[in-house]
């Protein structure tokens, strides 16, 4: 089985390749990419159109072992294939907890029998992600896992966080760290600032965010070990990290959509697919954020995809639980607010979706050579499309964008050579 | 001019004139509280809900009387006599008793913003009774009534509000109020009792009660709440009281026609000393009072006139 993509604006920000080019697909990997491919069994005309690298989001959340009512690892993947993404890795916070090797065996079993794309497990740091004892992470390592992660538990304990950090030396993987101090921020639901006052909710500084980074940065630099913090959403935290990397540490980040499109002021609607954590931010907040991403100190663009069921979400701002989803609006959001907008031109807007987390990762993925895995997605650029609940693939509905009218429109994702998604509107 | 809203939902979003206007109304039914029979026809065929997810006395008895002096038909709802002990959603049950053709809903809730989703979902009129720490509008309107018809003005007048601001629901509502009919408000209470950024409310902030009194006409007192304490936000009832209390040598360092307001309910003894209740300077049940008809303006001017 063949497949060409026949005259597409082929771009891998691997190699820094942005030129008109054919490529043949065969296997499941790239066989051939080249001016001029005469046509096989099936050709699609990509001509108009860019061909990237199949997107990656090193910041899922599925909910499947524990919550299949919101998402299961299948309809997560049809939500990522929609949205442009070939790899997605799914954090922990499940139920059960992905902290040992069977539960990541039967994520990985699960999305081989269910999926369309690539799932790829980040195991939990400690057990049950309580922060007191190191979980399994050799096991896991073995298992599969590319990451480890208290998610939405950062861990309080110093001493165990060190110790974390030492251990994973022995597999080389990078710990990610969801930096919130919860004893400041405690349960606050949007930012501390004037918004926050007039509305009567409780506030979350910035700086429950920026403690704990300053600490997360310091242990990386007695250790030595690799840290990825996950979604900034401060122009304080962003400092942290230039600093941090100036002084040589081994420090990367990410930002999510949403912290750069939306502002706290999206709070005075009382929506509650406003509230997320980390809370969005201030004008400032965002221009900091982007500048981060245009400077290379925030290397990676996450969605944080956090499905919630439409009875939690849809109650009152103070009981609806955190987060939106994510995997079906964050490649338009790049092109509508950074690439568009002039922050980050489109290779550098799709390093930080393909070849950076990749990297980050350690997994071969996220460019397009001969050899290589054949994941990619064709998207029209000049097209725009209109968010609508019914259309999203996810289980969960829970989205700010909704009757959003968005830039870019994802035409064929392709997962090992096989189209999992096409555009049929 | 004409009031054309469909919901009272707060006074950050009134004009001037609309404030005004709620205030003339009001005026307007002052006479009736008077009458031997305190009633008139205005709502009459009108059902009113009170739903309250919230305790409260005052302010649902004030709007049950007003809505009875306007010949409204009343349901009253609490939680726990309800279906929500039963795990009834909020939306279900607005949207059931919706079902029962009614005309108004007064609201109290926990959380900010509840009656504003409302507002939004349903076609008919919504009246905030006070969400969470964000906004009372029926208060901060009687407040201003009360301010109103004791000094004559509200215009360049100096106001204190005293207590804890960040919770209070109160405070937000008066201060939208006060400055929009261009009184200076100022602030005062221990540090964390003052939310972020709140000079940006245009109001002016004092830890020092001494310095805040100075030149004041109106000082309103807020309940501080003993729960507060075990969040660090002070240390102790008693201390706060040495440091915040509205005591008689405090007072001589304020104008002599000083007036005292406090939203209720007071707890005697800590923001205000017991001899204030008995005090020519407290209008407090002055603002009880005009509760009652602030309300009946509203509802007539929501409800008793074919918008």
Not at chain 1, 153 to 167: D, F, G, H, S
Not at chain 2, 89 to 103: E, G, H, P, R
Not at chain 2, 209 to 226: C, H, N, P, S, T
Request: charged letters at 25%; glycine letters at 6%; hydrophobic letters at 40%.
């Amino acid at each position: 089985m063949s497949l060409l993509i026949k005259g597409g604006r082929v771009i891998d920000p691997a190699t820094n390749t942005d030129e008109i080019m054919d490529i043949l697909l065969e296997k499941g990997e790239i066989k051939k990419i080249s001016k001029n491919i005469d046509s096989c069994e099936e050709t699609l005309n990509a001509s108009g159109k860019i061909v990237s690298p199949g997107l990656i989001d090193m910041h899922t959340h599925l909910r499947e072992p524990g919550r299949e009512d919101e998402e299961t690892i299948q309809s997560g993947t049809y939500a990522a294939a929609r949205g442009g993404f070939t790899t997605i890795c799914c954090m922990p916070n499940t139920t059960p907890t992905i902290d040992n090797p069977s539960v990541v065996k039967f994520i990985y079993e699960k999305a081989r029998k269910e999926g369309i794309i690539e799932v790829l497990p980040i195991g939990a740091i400690s057990k049950e992600r309580k922060g007191e004892e190191l979980s399994e992470m050799g096991r896991m390592w073995k298992a599969g896992v590319v990451a480890f992660s208290d998610d939405g538990n950062w861990v309080e304990n110093t001493y165990l966080m060190r110790r974390a950090l030492e251990y994973v030396k022995m597999f080389n993987l990078p710990l990610i760290s969801h930096c919130e101090d919860k004893t400041l921020s405690q349960d606050g639901v949007m930012n501390e600032g004037y918004f926050s006052t007039i509305l009567g909710l409780k506030g979350i500084p910035r700086e429950a965010e920026e403690v704990a980074i300053f600490r997360d940065i310091t242990l990386s630099k007695m250790t030595g070990s690799p840290l990825h913090v996950a979604h900034l959403s401060s122009a304080g935290s962003v400092k942290l990290i230039e600093q941090a990397k100036k002084s040589g540490i081994k420090v990367s980040a990410e930002v999510t959509p949403h912290h750069f499109t939306l502002t706290e002021k999206e709070v005075t609607s009382f929506n509650p697919n406003t509230r997320v954590n980390p809370p969005l931010r201030g004008e400032k907040d965002l221009i900091a954020l982007k500048e981060g991403l245009k400077n290379e100190i925030i290397e990676v663009i996450a969605t944080d995809h956090a499905p919630h069921s439409q009875e939690e979400k849809e109650s009152d701002y103070v009981s609806a639980p955190f987060g939106i989803i994510g995997l079906e609006t964050a490649l338009s959001l790049v092109i509508k607010e950074l690439v568009e907008k002039k922050v980050l031109s489109l290779i550098q807007a799709l390093s930080k979706l393909t070849i950076n987390p990749a990297r980050i990762l350690k997994i071969d993925r996220g460019r397009i050579k001969e050899g290589a895995k054949a994941n990619l997605v064709i998207f029209d650029l000049n097209k725009n499309w209109v968010v609508r609940k019914e259309d999203f693939l996810s289980k969960s509905k829970n989205s700010p964008f909704i009757g959003w009218t968005l830039p870019g429109v994802v035409e064929w994702t392709i997962f090992e050579g096989r189209i999992v998604y096409r555009n049929t509107k | 001019m004409d009031f054309k809203r469909k919901d009272l939902l707060g006074l950050e979003d009134l004009a001037e004139e609309e404030i005004l206007f709620i205030l003339d109304t009001a005026k307007s039914f002052r006479e009736i509280l008077n009458r031997p029979i305190k009633k008139i026809p205005a709502l009459r065929g009108k059902t009113v809900v009170n739903l309250f997810f919230e305790a409260s006395t005052r302010t649902r008895m004030s709007f049950e009387l007003a809505e009875k002096r306007l010949n409204a038909d009343v349901l009253n709802f609490s939680p726990s006599n309800s279906s929500i002990v039963k795990g009834e959603s909020l939306q279900d049950t607005v949207k059931n008793i919706l079902a029962m053709k009614v005309d108004c809903f007064v609201i109290r809730h926990s959380t900010p913003g509840v009656p504003y989703l409302l507002a939004k979902e349903l076609p008919v009129s919504i009246i905030n009774a006070g969400d969470g720490a964000h906004e009372h509008p029926t208060q901060a309107l009687l407040d201003l009534y009360t301010i109103r018809e004791t000094k004559g003005r509200i215009k360049d007048l100096k106001i204190l509000i005293v207590g804890d601001i960040a919770h209070s629901r109160v405070a937000r509502s008066d201060i939208w109020g006060l400055t929009r009919l261009k009184a200076k408000v100022r602030v005062c209470g221990p540090p964390a009792l003052i939310p972020p950024m709140i000079e940006k409310m245009a109001v002016e902030v004092f830890f020092s009660l001494e310095e805040a009194l100075r030149e004041v006409d109106i000082v309103m007192m807020l309940r501080i709440q003993k729960e507060r304490q075990n969040w660090g936000l002070f240390s102790s009832i008693g201390e706060y009281r040495d440091f915040f209390s509205l005591t008689e040598e405090r007072l001589k360092l304020a104008r002599k026609d000083i007036l005292i307001m406090h939203p209720g309910p007071v707890n005697w003894g800590v923001e205000l000393p017991f001899k204030t209740s008995k005090s020519k300077k407290s209008i407090i049940l002055n603002q009880v009072t005009n509760g009652i008809i602030v309300r009946m303006a509203i509802l007539y001017l929501l409800l008793g006139r074919n918008r």
